[in-house]
Each structure stands twice: as C-alpha cells, then as structure tokens.
C-alpha cells in the first residue's frame, strides 16, 4: 500500500514538473516570436523603401515590426484547429487532410511490420535453436544491419517502379535487424534446464518451440519489435520526404515548400505525438508478456 502511495506521488510529482517545462517552454516561444516595437515612421523613406520593409515583416507606419519570421504559439494552435477541424477532406493529389495523410503512412508501417514479422521471427527461432545457423548467417547480418534503410531507395525505386511499395519496402528492411536479432538472442538465452525437461517428457520440436521456448523468449521478441517500430515510424517520414505522393513526410516537405512553418511544426509534433503512441502500445504488449522468475 505504502508503495503504491509512493508510486502516485512520484506520478504526480513528475506530472507537474512536466507541465512547468511546458509552460516555459511556451513562454520562451512567445517572447522570442513576439512583435518588438519600434520608433516607425515613413519619414524620409521612399515607396520602394517602404514596400521593401513591408515585404521583410516591418511595418514603418504600424511602429512594430516582427522579430522573425517564426510562428508564435498561437498561430500554431490555429494551425492545429484547422487541421484537426477537417482531417478527412481531399481536394486531390497536393491537397489532403491529415488523417488521410496519416493513414497512409501507418499503412505503410504496418506493411512494412508484418511483412518483417513474417521473415524475422522464424528466421530468429532458427539461428536461436542452431550454432551452426547462427555462425552462417552472422556474417550477413553484420554486413546489412549497418546499411542506412534509405540507401536501399534508389535500388528499390528501379527494382519495384512504385514508390508506395518501395516505401514498404524501406520498413520492412529496416524493421527486420531489430527483430531477427532480439528473436534469436532470447531464444538461444532459454534456460537449459527448461529444454531438458521438456527432452526428458519427449516433447515434439514444434510443441517445444510453441509452448517452452516461445514464452520464454516472448519479452525479448517483443522488445525487438518495440525498437523495429520505433524505427520504422522514423524511417518512413525520410522515405515518404524522397518518393512524395502521399504521407506524412510528404506533407511536412509540401508544406516546407509552401513556407508554412507553422504547417511543418504541426506535422512535427503528431509525428511525436503517433510515435509515442505506438510505442506505449507495444511497451503494453511487452508487459503483459514479461514473466516474474
């Protein structure tokens, strides 16, 4: 009881100390974006002159000029309310909502995630179970793991002639090193007295792998796919910046283009924010399947 006391303090404690970041943060936003005054006059300047400061943000006979041309903060809430107003609505190929734009980069994702699943997670049980695997293809996962997802794109691109596809495939062979590996580390680390129990009853392999070292391993796997997604969700915005189209990555690079920096911020923070999302469901899963020795 007193643990659980102490656990809710902590959670309140660091709820509020987030929230006084935040609020700073937001301070310091507006007073570095906020106009500044200044002595203005039209006084001795020629129409050019005037037109040229009017052009960089000034305004001579308003007395105010902008410090920069950076969004304040509540010109990003504006932003957000009328992204999130109208999410679904598409006005053709430049011009989506968001949440189709979203849509189509999870989808992506989620493509990409399976399509790893599928060839890491037997691949894993198979180098886990067998040295004589784990020696052969150790050299090809060395070699592979350290190449940049986005270095496999232009050969994709002529390969596949689609750039969709050929963002799956961009996920799928940056989410399948995370996963192979934790598969195969936490099959290989099961306990060996586990094994040999399960020779002693004469389990069949398949039973042995599905209801001995599957359990076992599950919190390793599971971690694997927890930093496969992680990395996936980042890649894909890279990705979806060179293939255009649609996405949330061409959305940020389209507005870029526009020079709505407000636009790209917006498009920065739900990238954080579905990032995070994913990853507190995968954590959720990694926890349901973590035992206590």
């Not at 496999?152 to 596809?165: E, G, H, N, Q, R």
Request: aromatic share 8%; charged share 15%; with cysteine.
């Amino acid at each position: 009881m007193a643990m659980n006391r102490t656990s809710t303090s902590l959670t309140v404690r660091a709820a509020i100390v987030s929230l006084l970041l935040l609020v700073l943060m937001l301070g310091g936003w507006h007073l570095a974006t906020a106009p500044v005054a200044s002595a203005g006059s039209t006084a001795g300047l020629t129409q050019e002159q005037i037109d040229y400061l009017k052009l960089m943000g000034k305004d001579p006979a308003a007395g105010t000029q902008k410090s920069s041309g950076f969004p304040t903060p509540a010109q990003l809430g504006r932003t957000i309310v009328e992204e999130l107003s109208d999410p679904f609505y598409d006005n053709g190929p430049n011009d989506k909502g968001i949440a189709i734009q979203l849509g189509w980069s999870l989808l992506r994702v989620g493509l990409g995630f399976a399509l790893a699943c599928v060839v890491a997670v037997p691949a894993g049980f198979l180098i886990g179970m067998s040295p004589l695997m784990r020696k052969a293809f150790d050299p090809f996962i060395q070699v592979l793991k350290p190449i940049s997802p986005l270095a496999w794109m232009p050969l994709a691109l002529y390969t596949i002639k689609d750039s969709s596809v050929s963002g799956v495939f961009v996920i799928f062979i940056c989410s399948v090193w995370p996963m192979l590996i934790n598969t195969a580390f936490g099959v290989a680390s099961v306990k060996r007295e586990w094994l040999n129990v399960a020779s002693t009853l004469e389990v069949r392999p398949l039973r042995r792998a599905l209801r001995v070292i599957l359990p076992a391993a599950a919190p390793t796997i599971f971690t694997g796919m927890r930093i496969s997604m992680g990395i996936a969700w980042l890649v894909i915005v890279a990705a979806e910046m060179l293939v255009g189209g649609t996405g949330i990555g061409y959305f940020l690079w389209n507005e870029w283009n526009n020079l709505s920096l407000a636009h790209v911020i917006f498009a920065i923070l739900l990238i954080g924010v579905v990032g995070m999302l994913l990853d507190l469901g995968f954590a959720a899963l990694q926890k349901k399947v973590t035992y206590v020795e």
